[in-house]
């Protein structure tokens, strides 16, 4: 989650925040291939849709209700298989690749940042 008051330009290199579930432990969405999911800008935006509290993922996890929204400028990270990991700038339509983030910063409620 992109914890800096200009995010909605899109991320650069802007502090970012790990979604958590509430035990604190880092929020992981499982997402498998299917005919409407077969590389990872599919599973970007399942993964944008779960972060906007549209859908679940493949194990039925929803978006907690204490943690903001996926929005413009926030990062997904994606593993697939074969250890490979891309990151992903959620851009205003679709997504863009970025190289991985530097800057990480613990927050709890990620609503209470700046952005928002």
Same mark, same amino acid.
């Given at each position: 989650m992109n914890t800096s008051r200009h995010? /909605? /330009?899109g991320y650069r290199h802007h502090p970012l925040a790990e979604a958590t579930r509430p %035990?604190?432990?880092? @929020? *992981? @969405? =499982? /997402? *498998?291939t299917s005919p409407r999911i077969r590389t990872h800008e599919d599973i970007s935006e399942a993964a944008f849709a779960v972060g906007n509290r549209q859908d679940a993922d493949g194990n039925g996890q929803t978006w907690p =209700? %204490? +943690?903001c929204s996926v929005s413009v400028g926030? $990062? $997904?990270? !994606?593993?697939?298989p074969d250890?490979? +990991? !891309?990151y992903l700038n959620v851009d205003s339509v679709g997504f863009s690749a970025v190289p991985e983030p530097t800057t990480l910063v613990n927050l709890?409620?990620?609503? =209470?940042?700046? *952005?928002?």
């Open positions: 995010s /909605f /330009f %035990d604190g432990g880092p @929020l *992981r @969405l =499982a /997402f *498998r =209700a %204490d +943690i926030d $990062v $997904v990270k !994606v593993n697939g250890h490979w +990991i !891309v709890t409620g990620t609503c =209470a940042t700046s *952005r928002h």
